[in-house]
């Protein structure tokens, strides 16, 4: 079975402050999709980003971006200019080829200051 | 406004009772998931649902059984022989030859006692 590791259970930023959080995945796929996903405490789960593996080009949405390494299998989310709003659980995961199924890791619970 | 609705967001159940969590969505997405999430554990698949009429186990499905009669609706039943069915439960759909991307319910927290 494909696993996706998030090594992080816990961090936390200041605010305005930069934050990359880490993720990592076995696969043996050449082409494949990559998300992070965001649950604040409401807990729904809320897409952030995402990734398509044939694309070497890193993809951004406003002040979150990705560092994708392909050959690496590491695929970390950058929160720039970090705001209170931030703050939530975050989620890996990756789509496991042929069975349209999402992979997710155990999640990285992020904390925001003042 | 598409989207998933799950009901009810609390569900208080005895144990020994089966019990039906509801999933409902209008995005007219192909495939249906339940993941049950539990601290430390992030999500698990429960079962999946790729076609009306068809459906496969995930990787924790025992003590669970699904039904899949119409496209919309992907109903989860925790049945009794679930050990530890307490958890918070999660219902999402996608797009068949999408790009995976999963939409999420609000989840639903179910409490057995």
Known sequence: AQTVTQSQPE??????????LSCTYDTSESDYYLFWYKQPPSR???????????????ATENRFSVNFQKAAKSFSLKISDSQLGDAAMYFCAKGEGGSEKLVFGKGTKLTVNP | DGGITQSPKYL????GQNVTLSCEQNL?????????Q????????????QIVND??????????SVSREKKESFPLTVTSAQKNPTAFYLCASSQRGSSYEQYFGPGTRLTVT
């Open chain 1, 11 to 20: 961090m936390s930023v200041q605010e305005a402050e930069t934050v990359t």
């Open chain 1, 44 to 58: 729904q789960m809320i897409l952030v980003i995402r990734q398509e593996a044939y694309k070497q080009q890193n």
């Open chain 2, 12 to 15: 208080f159940r005895k144990e």
């Open chain 2, 28 to 36: 007219n997405h192909d495939a249906m998931y339940w993941y049950r």
């Open chain 2, 38 to 49: 539990d601290p430390g554990q992030g999500l698990r698949l429960i079962y999946y649902s």
């Open chain 2, 55 to 64: 459906f496969q186990k995930g990787d924790i499905a025992e003590g669970y």
